[in-house]
């Protein structure tokens, strides 16, 4: 079983930023993509990023190319989501996924 343990969301004013992380339990983080996703009030969850297994390869949804970044750290089991220039429309619960694995999320709130 995998734990997967979201930190760093809070309340920010639009233009500013924040910084998310998640750790990873176990030993197949290293091994896999990992992403961030979001789901807004009344919306559907959709993902934000994610990046593979070696940080190679990182995917950005069009609303927050050149905004955010993502990056891990495989020796730490942990990956981050850089967040800068945040707007209202990114006010969300951010999750964080691992294969199958789900963390509980961590609330992002962007004030006008």
């Known amino acids: 079983q995998v734990q997967l343990v979201e930190s760093g969301g809070g309340l920010v004013q639009a233009g500013g930023s924040l910084r998310l992380s998640c750790v990873a339990s176990?030993?197949?983080?290293?091994?896999?993509?990992v992403g961030w996703y979001r789901q807004g009030p009344e919306k559907q969850r959709e993902l934000v990023a994610d990046i593979s297994r070696g940080g190679t390869t990182t995917n950005y949804a069009d609303s927050v190319k050149g905004r955010f970044t993502i990056s891990r750290d495989n020796a730490k089991n942990t990956v981050y989501l850089q967040m800068n220039s945040l707007k209202p429309e990114d006010t969300a619960v951010y999750y964080c996924n691992l294969v199958r694995f789900w963390g509980q999320g961590t609330q992002v709130t962007v004030s006008s």
């Open positions: 176990g030993s197949i983080f290293r091994f896999n993509t």
